[in-house]
T-cell receptor
Framework: GAVVSQHPSRVICKSGTSVKIECRSL??????MFWYRQFPKQSLMLMAT?????????EQGVEKDKFLINHASLTLSTLTVTSAHPEDSSFYIC???????????????FGSGTRLTVV | QKEVEQDPGPLSVPEGAIVSLNCTYS??????FMWYRQYSRKGPELLMY????GNKEDGRFTAQVDKSSKYISLFIRDSQPSDSATYLC???????????FGQGTRLTINP
């Protein structure tokens, strides 16, 4: 089945530093990848959508200069949290998709998430 | 009003009970309906998806979609402690490539 690998699973960083999170589709080519943020006991909030080789589309209210997304290949997308602050502490989840419709192949496959703590 | 409404619970039931989880939505253009299970500190995993109205069954799980009422349900039969998790409904407009999630219902199955 479809597998999406996300690393690291947990990261602690100092305020003001940058953190990179990787999302890889292991056994399929992901035409589109998504990045979500999830606060405790809340649902997933879509941050941005990225297509391979093009700039990411950010949701309203998400700072694109703070959350840099790169989708350089059909199997890899990265999210870089720049100049991280404690309020950026959250659970970040990526999702990858192959094909144009949910019913094709794998639909949306999610990574296991990254817990970011900024101290 | 949120596009997708889901009671966050928590919901606690004894092992073996039938569990009913529900979501309502406001956008009649949603065409794809999904249920995800999320264990603590993990990513969501797809349980079931349905296209348009109807029922779909997979083992102990049954998904129902009633588009006329804008209401979807997930039933879990013979619930097990391992079913304890947060269940998220999600929906998609055809061609939109964007999921809209409910808040998630936290479910606990007590042995």
């Amino acid at each position: 089945g479809a597998v999406v690998s996300q690393h690291p699973s947990r990261v602690i960083c100092k305020s003001g530093t940058s953190v990179k999170i990787e999302c890889r589709s292991l056994d399929f080519q992901a035409t589109t990848m998504f990045w979500y943020r999830q606060f405790p006991k809340q649902s997933l909030m879509l941050m941005a959508t990225s297509n391979e080789g093009s700039k990411a589309t950010y949701e309203q209210g998400v700072e694109k200069d703070k959350f840099l997304i790169n989708h350089a290949s059909l199997t890899l997308s990265t999210l870089t949290v720049t100049s991280a602050h404690p309020e950026d502490s959250s659970f970040y989840i990526c999702s990858a998709r192959s094909g144009a419709s949910v019913s094709a192949n794998y639909g949306y496959t999610f990574g296991s998430g990254t817990r970011l703590t900024v101290v | 009003q949120k596009e997708v409404e889901q009671d966050p619970g928590p919901l606690s039931v004894p092992e073996g009970a039938i569990v009913s989880l529900n979501c309502t939505y406001s956008n009649s253009a949603f065409q794809y309906f999904m249920w995800y299970r999320q264990y603590s500190r993990k990513g969501p995993e797809l349980l079931m998806y349905t296209y348009s109205s109807g029922n779909k069954e997979d083992g102990r799980f049954t998904a129902q979609v009633d588009k006329s009422s804008k209401y979807i349900s997930l039933f879990i039969r013979d619930s097990q402690p391992s079913d304890s998790a947060t269940y998220l409904c999600a929906m998609e407009l055809q061609g939109a490539q964007k999921l809209v999630f409910g808040q998630g219902t936290r479910l606990t199955i007590n042995p």
